[in-house]
Nanobody, 119 residues
Framework: QAQPVESGGGLVQAGGSLRLSCAAS????????MGWYRQAPGNQRELVAVITSGGSTNYADSVKGRFTISRDNSRNTVYLQMNSLKSEDTAVYYC?????????????WGQGTQVTVSS
């Protein structure tokens, strides 16, 4: 299937850590940017972090210094290491990537994984 699959969400206390993973299909080719977005109740979906095929990264100001995005191109997988979590990080986290799936270029979203930070 074309939809990437996220894992690693859950419940954690403030100050704790979580690591999210997102695996794209093995049939996905020429993946360019891979990123993480999040959406809290009542809020719009926002960019958390993005990494290009060359390894350049960009972060939302609210997560700089606490979150780290990385990717393993051999596994078509992107990771988000989240440290020093705060209650305001609570949201559904979505993986996003653009690439070629069965000769068709497109933008693909994961189904989302819930991250809940208790204070």
């Amino acid at each position: 299937q074309a939809q990437p699959v996220e894992s690693g969400g859950g419940l954690v206390q403030a100050g704790g850590s979580l690591r999210l993973s997102c695996a794209a299909s093995g049939s996905m080719r020429s993946i360019r940017a891979m990123g993480w977005y999040r959406q809290a109740p009542g809020n719009q979906r926002e960019l958390v972090a993005v990494i290009t095929s060359g390894g350049s990264t960009n972060y939302a100001d609210s997560v700089k210094g606490r979150f780290t995005i990385s990717r393993d191109n051999s596994r078509n997988t992107v990771y988000l290491q989240m440290n020093s979590l705060k209650s305001e990080d609570t949201a559904v986290y979505y993986c996003n990537l653009d690439g070629v799936y069965h000769d068709t270029w497109g933008v693909y979203w994961g189904q989302g994984t819930q991250v809940t930070v208790s204070s």
